[in-house]
């Protein structure tokens, strides 16, 4: 049996959720956070919304007046999330798990360091995966443990990678019981053969 999460319903609205209006008022459909629900309908209270810039989620002000607020009926509201905040994607870190699949084979690796393809010294280690350099991982086995790999001369084996060649894997870290385990396994879908 699956079981689904309930969407939250605009019905379910609680002070410090981040809402947008439905349609504009002015020029503009404005978002806020939400500070009070006023009490002065069942069906379709006021709420009370300090405005937020839509991007950053920080307070406006309106100069020396303080914060800028505004009110509206929940009916005309919907919570609000940033497309940036969607959208963001996962950036490669030293100590990520990561599958990279080339010519139809998949090897499972775990990021060691970055390397510049041109052999200098790459900023990725001070300034965050940059999207150029090459990831450098020691090659893993998939089976719960995830052991290195050795080669024949019991050193662990290493591959060298693009980032867009590679797919971050979570890695579970607790067993069926939810408790902490040392056996750490891979996060795959159990219909593909990887």
């Known amino acids: 049996m699956v079981f689904?999460?309930?969407?939250?319903?605009?019905?379910?609205?609680?002070?410090g959720d981040f809402i947008k209006e439905?349609?504009?008022?002015?020029?503009?459909?404005?978002?806020?956070?939400?500070?009070?629900?006023?009490?002065?309908?069942?069906?379709?209270?006021?709420?009370?919304?300090?405005?937020?810039?839509?991007?950053?989620?920080?307070?406006?002000?309106k100069g020396s007046e303080g914060l800028k607020s505004f009110k509206t009926k929940r009916s005309n509201l919907k919570f609000?999330?940033?497309?940036?905040?969607?959208?963001?994607?996962k950036v490669f870190e030293k100590g990520d798990v990561v599958s990279y699949k080339k010519r139809g084979s998949v090897k499972f690796g775990r990021i060691?360091?970055?390397?510049?393809?041109?052999?200098?010294?790459?900023?990725?280690?001070?300034?965050?995966?940059?999207?150029?350099?090459?990831?450098?991982?020691?090659?893993i086995d998939k089976k719960p443990g995830l052991l290195q790999i050795l080669n024949e001369n019991g050193e662990p084996k290493r591959f060298q990678a693009q980032g867009d060649d590679c797919k971050i894997i979570e890695v579970i870290t607790v067993d069926?019981?939810?408790?902490?385990?040392?056996?750490h396994r891979l996060n795959l879908p159990e219909e593909t053969d990887q």
């Open 4 to 15: 689904r999460k309930k969407k939250k319903g605009i019905q379910e609205l609680v002070v």
């Open 22 to 61: 439905k349609s504009a008022t002015k020029t503009r459909k404005r978002c806020g956070e939400v500070l009070m629900i006023l009490q002065d309908s069942t069906r379709d209270p006021t709420v009370e919304c300090v405005e937020v810039d839509p991007e950053e989620l920080t307070y406006l002000t």
């Open 80 to 89: 609000y999330t940033p497309r940036r905040q969607l959208f963001t994607k």
């Open 112 to 139: 060691v360091c970055f390397v510049h393809p041109d052999g200098l010294y790459s900023k990725s280690h001070e300034e965050g995966y940059n999207g150029k350099d090459l990831l450098e991982c020691v090659e």
């Open 176 to 183: 069926a019981n939810g408790d902490q385990t040392t056996m």
